[in-house]
């Protein structure tokens, strides 16, 4: 038992920030957990959490946005390296990865937190029409298979040795795990189904026993 309600962040710039609210609120009660969840925009609420998910949307409009307040990214930076679990959806993972590239304009000079040591191709399916939604295996959360829903999605094409590949979808990496840092290139919270959020609420409270 915590003797501390955990404190849940939604990085609240842009994107499917209710969606997330929603599904981390599904799965808190599925877990009989009590949580303070909080939308986050200012920098010095970071401090105050003990998790942070980043919501998918469009990269480039919230690493300009996070960009706006001068500590505010290197103090996300600073508490996922020490440790703050953190999931990143799409845009989120986006955000998270060392690296993003697009094949028709190469690297994306955005401004990326980096903890994640990989490297992104961004709309890597396509662009709006080329979206989708597909059944994948992801064992990580277990046996069932989950809706994959790609929006613009990217794909993961190159991992660290510390990163464990959670799924492939024709053989590209769609969703991946280092530590305290999970990514996914599809919209768990569009899949109607919480389990992602699940794992990522159990990454705070196991971190916060510690
Ligand atoms: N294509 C978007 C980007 O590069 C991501 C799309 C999404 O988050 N659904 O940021």
């Given at each position: 038992?915590?003797?501390?309600?955990?404190?849940i962040?939604?990085?609240?710039?842009?994107?499917?920030?209710?969606?997330?609210?929603?599904?981390?609120?599904?799965?808190?009660?599925?877990?009989?957990?009590?949580?303070?969840?909080?939308?986050?925009q200012?920098?010095r609420?970071?401090?105050?959490?003990?998790?942070l998910?980043?919501?998918?949307?469009?990269?480039t409009?919230?690493s300009?946005?996070?960009?706006?307040?001068?500590?505010?990214?290197?103090?996300?930076?600073?508490?996922?390296?020490?440790g703050?679990?953190?999931?990143g959806?799409?845009?989120?993972m986006?955000m998270?990865?060392?690296?993003?590239?697009?094949?028709?304009?190469?690297?994306?000079?955005?401004?990326?937190?980096g903890?994640?040591?990989?490297?992104?191709?961004?709309?890597?399916?396509?662009?709006?029409?080329?979206?989708?939604?597909?059944?994948?295996?992801?064992?990580?959360?277990?046996?069932?298979?989950?809706?994959?829903?790609?929006?613009?999605?990217?794909?993961?094409?190159?991992?660290?040795?510390?990163?464990?590949?959670?799924?492939?979808?024709?053989?590209?990496?769609?969703?991946?795990k280092?530590?305290?840092?999970?990514?996914?290139?599809?919209?768990?919270e569009?899949?109607?189904?919480?389990?992602?959020?699940?794992?990522?609420?159990n990454?705070?409270?196991?971190?916060?026993?510690?």
């Amino acid at each position: 038992m915590i003797d501390k309600k955990i404190t849940i962040g939604i990085l609240g710039f842009q994107g499917d920030i209710e969606e997330n609210v929603y599904a981390i609120c599904s799965a808190l009660k599925k877990l009989n957990i009590e949580a303070v969840v909080d939308i986050i925009q200012y920098s010095r609420q970071i401090n105050n959490i003990d998790g942070l998910l980043l919501p998918g949307g469009e990269s480039t409009v919230i690493s300009s946005l996070i960009s706006i307040q001068k500590d505010m990214r290197e103090s996300i930076k600073q508490r996922i390296s020490d440790g703050m679990p953190a999931m990143g959806t799409c845009a989120g993972m986006i955000m998270l990865a060392k690296r993003a590239y697009d094949r028709t304009i190469g690297e994306t000079k955005q401004q990326l937190l980096g903890n994640l040591d990989i490297i992104v191709e961004r709309n890597a399916f396509g662009r709006q029409n080329d979206s989708f939604e597909t059944d994948i295996k992801v064992p990580f959360i277990g046996d069932e298979l989950f809706k994959g829903v790609f929006i613009r999605a990217p794909v993961v094409t190159s991992v660290g040795s510390g990163v464990e590949v959670l799924s492939e979808l024709d053989g590209k990496i769609v969703a991946v795990k280092q530590n305290n840092i999970i990514g996914t290139a599809f919209h768990p919270e569009l899949a109607n189904d919480d389990r992602f959020h699940g794992k990522f609420i159990n990454l705070i409270i196991d971190n916060k026993k510690k």
